[in-house]
């Protein structure tokens, strides 16, 4: 089993920024990746960044590019997510996971309780 605990998010104005914070216990495979998820009210979870732990390749749905990073400390078992130039179509309610190197989320079997992302105008 693994655990999976998030912090950093808040409220913030347009134009700035924020850091998440994922940490994870418990055990996990030699071979696994973190991503970050988010969903809007009314909307569909989507998918917004993964790392590879091991070999820490990226990926990042274009809606963030050039302004979220997605990094990992590997001696603390923690995945980042900072989140610059922040607009209010980024409210929303950011998972992040463990799994498969994917952009979907049947590809992730454990799953933080998420923190709450509130952008305004």
């Known amino acids: 089993q693994v655990q999976l605990v998030e912090s950093g998010g808040g409220l913030v104005q347009a134009g700035g920024s924020l850091r998440l914070s994922c940490t994870a216990s418990g055990r996990t495979s030699s071979n696994y990746a973190m991503a970050w998820f988010r969903r809007a009210p009314g909307q569909e979870r989507e998918f917004v960044a993964r790392i590879h732990w091991n070999e820490g390749i990226t990926y990042y749905t274009d809606a963030v590019k050039g302004r979220f990073t997605i990094s990992r400390d590997s001696a603390k078992n923690t995945c980042y997510l900072q989140m610059n130039n922040l607009k209010p179509e980024d409210t929303a309610v950011y998972y992040c996971?463990?799994?498969?190197?994917?952009?979907?989320?049947?590809?992730?079997?454990?799953w933080g309780q998420g923190t709450q992302v509130t952008v305004s105008s």
């Open positions: 996971a463990v799994g498969a190197f994917t952009t979907y989320a049947a590809g992730y079997d454990y």
